[in-house]
């Protein structure tokens, strides 16, 4: 994540999204059609975070049919998976023990047809169709627990305010490790009709 700061500014491309409603930390968004990167892995949130995140970056760093170096962005997503996978960006799905999926939003200048074949057959590259995603932001680390915490708090207002939710609520994180924790950027995101 050459593209962040230790103190951080962010330089990499996020997806772009219209938003349709803001009210404190919490946003509805409205996002188009994204390209990710995605892998599953079987291990608890803090091991899949390691496993995932490696796998990913090796596909983008050069570990690829054409052995090409794909730009980082920004967010890098996580989400609980269950037997029934329908999959979205940046991603999500029921829980399960232990089994997640982590996905890298791919840079909007590639499409399926440019962008190199992976060669770690646990890196999978698809689309995923555009759709209304509620937010709520927060800052330091992540963790399993803060991450449950945020999406209840963003479950609640989403049913105070009458929207229907179509996903398990799913990680994002901006930033690298290194930045310093209160100026990391972090969100819950829950698909939403």
Do not use: H
């Not at 090409?68 to 989400?79: D, G, L, Y």
């Not at 329908?86 to 999926?101: G, R, S, Y």
């Not at 479950?155 to 994180?173: C, D, H, V």
């Amino acid at each position: 994540m050459a593209g962040c700061s230790l103190v951080g500014i962010r330089t990499s491309e996020e997806p772009q999204f219209k938003v349709l409603t803001e009210e404190s930390n919490i946003e509805i968004r409205q996002y188009g059609d994204l390209l990710v990167a995605e892998t599953e892995v079987v291990a608890d949130y803090e091991e899949s975070s390691k496993i995932g995140f490696q796998r990913l970056a090796g596909y983008i760093f050069g570990k690829n049919a054409s052995q090409k170096e794909i730009a980082m962005t920004a967010p890098v997503v996580r989400e609980k998976e269950s037997e029934k996978i329908a999959m979205t960006a940046p991603v999500l799905q029921e829980q399960a023990d232990k089994k997640w999926v982590m996905s890298f939003v791919l840079p909007s200048a590639y499409t399926l047809e440019t962008l190199p074949r992976p060669l770690d057959d646990n890196v999978i590259i698809k689309t995923v169709p555009g759709k209304k995603v509620a937010s709520i932001r927060y800052t330091g680390f992540l963790s399993e627990e803060k991450f449950q915490k945020k999406a209840e708090q963003l479950k609640n207002w989403l049913i105070e305010n009458q929207y229907t939710l179509l996903s398990k609520p799913r990680s994002a994180g901006y930033d690298p490790p290194w930045t310093i924790p209160f100026l990391r950027r972090n969100e819950v995101l829950i698909d939403i009709q």
